[in-house]
């Protein structure tokens, strides 16, 4: 007998077929798109657009981006 189990948290199907886990603490290819999470970042911050230090640490793990990317990133959005 085949057990399936569901998650309440559920996972997304991407073009390719792989499953990408939309759960918190995800940042496997596919579940958003690298500067996806930049953007919602700088969108939320327009009155200070500076991510200090531990924040652009946050941002890298979720991005899955380094720490001169997303710098760049930033510096880039700012303009």
């Known amino acids: 007998m085949s057990e399936t189990k569901s998650s309440s948290q559920g996972s997304h199907s991407v073009a390719d077929g792989s499953k990408a886990s939309q759960e918190k603490g995800s940042s496997s ?21 500076y991510p200090g230090k531990v924040e652009k640490q946050y941002l890298c793990f979720y991005s899955n981006m380094s720490m001169k990317q997303v ?7 700012r303009r």
Not at 71 to 77: C, H, I, L, W
């Open 71 to 77: 710098s760049t990133y930033f510096a880039n959005a």
């Open 29 to 49: 290819p596919g579940s958003w798109r690298n500067t996806d999470v930049l953007a919602l970042w700088i969108t939320e911050h327009l009155q200070l657009p």
